[in-house]
């Protein structure tokens, strides 16, 4: 299995702030990985895929970058309705795998 | 617009059986794969299983194959997810979704169903 690890697992930061999510794949994906926002007691909501390509809808705040085993994902300018917990997930091999999440809060 | 609506869930006793639904409206069920993915309270998200759009290939995550089985009933647009000889392991919020164009995309999530397994 692939295995997708996430870092940090949680930041607290400003209104405005520019935060940096990444996320290491154990072997090669390509491009093949996806990024999901899930807010307190609510379903995960996907806004990125294929590494970097904005879903309909999302914000261009939002932003993901990346190939191989190395993957980043941006919020440019850090909003209140941003508090959530992130997930990427690689979807070159089954099983899907997901990074174990990182916690965003506001400072 | 697509709506996802699992039921279902419910408390159950170790060894027990579930089965939980999936009601889908707003496409053309029968057109996508589909998936559960489930969430152990405080945790992160885990993949359960998928089933392509006809039914003819069922994927599964090893820590369910041979107790879990998901179908679907394309005349329905109705997802099914079968769960027997359940640990306490398997509590948690069982998700359904529904594939993009390129299936093992989540592009849709329901709203989720609390499975607990206590005696």
């Known amino acids: 299995d692939i295995q997708m690890t996430q870092s940090p697992s949680s930041l607290s930061a400003s209104v405005g702030d520019r935060v940096t999510i990444t996320c290491q794949a154990s072997q090669d994906i390509s491009n093949y990985l996806n990024w999901y926002q899930q807010k307190p007691g609510k379903a995960p909501n996907l806004l990125i895929y294929d590494a970097s390509n904005l879903e309909t809808g999302v914000p261009s705040r939002f932003s993901g970058s990346g190939s191989g085993t190395d993957f980043t994902f941006t919020i440019s300018s850090l909003q209140p309705e941003d508090v959530a917990t992130y997930y990427c997930?690689?979807?070159?091999?089954?099983?899907?795998?997901f990074g174990g999440g990182t916690k965003v809060e506001i400072k | 617009q697509v709506q996802l609506v699992e039921s279902g869930g419910g408390v159950v006793q170790p060894g027990g059986s579930l089965r939980l639904s999936c009601a889908a409206s707003g496409f053309t069920f029968s057109n996508y794969g589909m998936h559960w993915v489930r969430q152990a309270p405080g945790k992160g998200l885990e993949w359960v299983a998928f089933v392509r759009y006809d039914g003819s290939n069922k994927y599964y995550a090893d820590s369910v194959k041979g107790r879990f089985t998901i179908s679907r009933d394309n005349y329905r647009n109705t997802l099914y997810l079968q769960m027997s000889s359940l640990r306490a392991e398997d509590t948690a919020v069982y998700y359904c979704?529904?594939?993009?164009?390129?299936?093992?995309?989540?592009?849709?999530w329901g709203q989720g169903t609390l499975v607990t397994v206590s005696s």
């Open positions: 979704a529904k594939g993009a164009q390129q299936q093992l995309i989540l592009a849709y």
């Open positions: 997930q690689q979807y070159d091999n089954l099983p899907l795998t």
